[in-house]
């Protein structure tokens, strides 16, 4: 039975900050931003969104009555939590309308938490064919104002519908990973932002994708020259980049190479426009490479997931035909609507997060255009609201 990606969709803040501004206010040479890390843009996330309320908008573009009938399970993947007990899918159930039959749950591992899904929900339709998962990525990517990992911040959420026979893309049952306790990235429990020792785990990022490419390719007895695209999880766009030179400098096939680096090129295109999504980021990348209309069914694209702590891994899927009438410009439209804010805006929006508290508060809902909105807290519980 074929298994993978049916729907795809994806949502962020309606606004965002030129990372040419971010640069200049920080006294560093724009190209290190534009080039060096590889963003255009990063989304500013406004207080009156959340993790929870970021996936409801991205799945609305998705969950039509017809699957608020059918989903059975929902797989929420997300590194910011709003809650240490209570799952985002069972907000996400509520604030949708899907049955209540249907069962959900929210997986971490950083930033492979929806990779996790990914597996997860293919056992399950293996086993029920007819069963459709809702699985979202939703993260806000927070390091502080005037960090080293201030520019690669962002945020948004992708919404999948994983089904038998799907429209999209058909994913490969084999994978390989990797698990190692590495300190690289964390974020203790009493803080919204995250500690990084981004060298480190810069560099451990490209580890954990040779070896997990290298050991795929061995046990599968693939080639590097069967992949029309190897895509990335994306913390910063380069560092795509640098994970997929890595495979390919020593490579003697030109062609190979240059089509590797073609398709890269347009998998990156959308998460340019964002910053770092933690969980949602490869499938963005997912999305901006289908987008580009540039695969044919069939073709075989491999995808390297990283959740920092860490785990890794890499693993395959093939275009389905006719994937083209699924993929739209809407996600492209919905990027050129947002309005750029200044650096003292974006400072300003950033230090009204609603951080964990025990008074009642409001959020500036009443700014936020996006149909799912955090209107703040009453009694230590999130005011969650669909506006009309
Ligand atoms: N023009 C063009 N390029 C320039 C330039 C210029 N004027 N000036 C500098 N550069 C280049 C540098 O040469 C460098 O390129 P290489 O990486 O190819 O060497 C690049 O710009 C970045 O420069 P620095 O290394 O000096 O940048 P930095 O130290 O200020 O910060 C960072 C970079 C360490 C990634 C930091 O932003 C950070 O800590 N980010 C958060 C951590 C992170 O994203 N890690 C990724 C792996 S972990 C993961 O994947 C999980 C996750 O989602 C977080």
Redesign the pocket.
């Known amino acids: 039975m074929k298994i993978g990606i049916d729907k795809m969709s994806f949502f962020t803040s309606d606004l965002y900050l030129p990372m040419e501004d971010l640069a200049k206010a920080r006294n560093e040479?724009p190209?290190?931003y534009l080039?060096?890390?590889g963003q255009s843009k990063q989304a500013v996330i406004r207080n009156s969104q959340d993790s929870v309320t970021l996936a409801a908008n991205a799945a609305l573009k998705i969950v039509d009555d017809s699957e608020k009938e059918k989903i059975d399970l929902i797989l929420f993947g997300t590194e910011s939590g709003v809650d240490s007990s209570k799952s985002g899918a069972i907000y996400l159930q509520s604030l949708l309308g899907i049955n209540s039959a249907a069962s959900g749950v929210e997986l971490k591992q950083?930033?492979f938490g929806l990779t996790a899904g990914i597996q997860m929900a293919m056992g399950h339709i293996a086993l029920h064919p007819e069963s459709r998962v809702l699985l979202v990525g939703s993260d806000i990517a927070r390091?502080g104002i005037g960090t080293?990992?201030e520019?690669?911040q962002g945020g948004g959420a992708m919404a999948m519908i994983m089904s038998a026979n799907p429209h999209l893309l058909e994913i490969g049952t084999e994978s390989a990973h990797l698990t190692k306790d590495i300190m690289?990235?964390w974020r203790p429990l009493n803080r919204s932002e995250a500690l990084?020792d981004?060298?480190y785990?810069?560099e451990e990022?490209i580890n954990f994708f040779k070896e997990t490419f290298e050991n795929y390719i061995e046990k599968e007895n693939e080639s590097i020259a069967n992949f029309a695209a190897i895509i990335f999880?994306l913390?910063?766009t380069?560092?795509g980049l640098?994970a997929l030179r890595s495979v390919i400098e020593d490579l003697e096939d030109q062609k190979v190479k240059e089509r590797l680096l073609e398709r890269f090129e347009e998998s990156r295109y959308l998460n340019r426009e964002v910053g770092?999504l933690?969980t949602g980021s490869l499938y963005l990348s997912l999305l901006s490479l289908l987008h580009a209309h540039s695969l044919k069914a069939g073709e075989q694209i491999g995808l390297f997931s990283?959740g920092?702590g860490a785990e890794g891994e890499f693993f395959t899927g093939r275009v389905v035909e006719g994937y083209e009438k699924y993929i739209t410009d809407e996600t492209v439209a919905f990027l050129e609507r947002r309005t750029p804010v200044s650096v003292t805006e974006y400072e300003r929006i950033y230090r009204s997060f609603m951080e964990p508290q025990i008074d009642d508060c409001e959020t500036e809902f009443e700014k936020d255009p996006a149909p799912f909105i955090l209107k703040g807290q009453k009694q230590q519980q999130r005011i969650y609201e669909k506006q009309q």
């Open positions: 040479d190209n290190k080039i060096g890390i950083a930033c390091y080293l990992g520019k690669t690289d990235f990084v981004g060298k785990s810069s990022f999880h913390p910063y380069k560092m640098k770092n933690y990283y920092s």
